[in-house]
């Protein structure tokens, strides 16, 4: 079964930087996309980042463009997103999340993710 497990985030002030991490375990995951959403209070969960497993494609939001870096260690199966010059509206829990599949139709849409992480609150203070 498809395991995954993020960890690092935390209280960061307005043009820090954080990196979260993903554990993923349960497959091989090779054919798979991973992706990084994320859930203001009050709002809808919305992709930030996503990259294909195999071929190592990475996707981003507009709002991440510049600023995030998604990026996968195969051999220890594991995703990560480096955030830098967050601002307060980056507050939000981020979730990684895997389908298997490697599509650009499918990757910024959260229904196609069949796993999903508990989450890790980012906290950004003006």
């Known amino acids: 079964q498809v395991q995954l497990v993020e960890s690092g985030g935390g209280l960061v002030q307005a043009g820090g930087s954080l990196r979260l991490s993903c554990a993923a375990s349960?497959?091989?995951?090779?054919?798979?996309?991973m992706g990084w959403f994320r859930q203001a209070p009050g709002k809808e969960r919305e992709f930030v980042a996503g990259i294909s497993w195999s071929r190592g494609v990475t996707y981003y939001a507009d709002s991440a463009k510049g600023r995030f870096t998604i990026s996968s260690d195969n051999a220890k199966n594991t995703v990560s997103l480096q955030m830098n010059s967050l601002k307060p509206e980056d507050t939000a829990v981020y979730y990684c999340?895997?389908?298997?599949?490697?599509?650009?139709?499918?990757?910024?849409?959260?229904?196609?993710?069949?796993?999903w992480g508990q989450g890790t609150q980012v906290t950004v203070s003006s």
């Open positions: 999340a895997a389908q298997a599949r490697e599509s650009p139709r499918t990757v910024y849409y959260s229904s196609y993710y069949a796993y």
């Open positions: 349960g497959t091989t995951f090779n054919g798979y996309t």
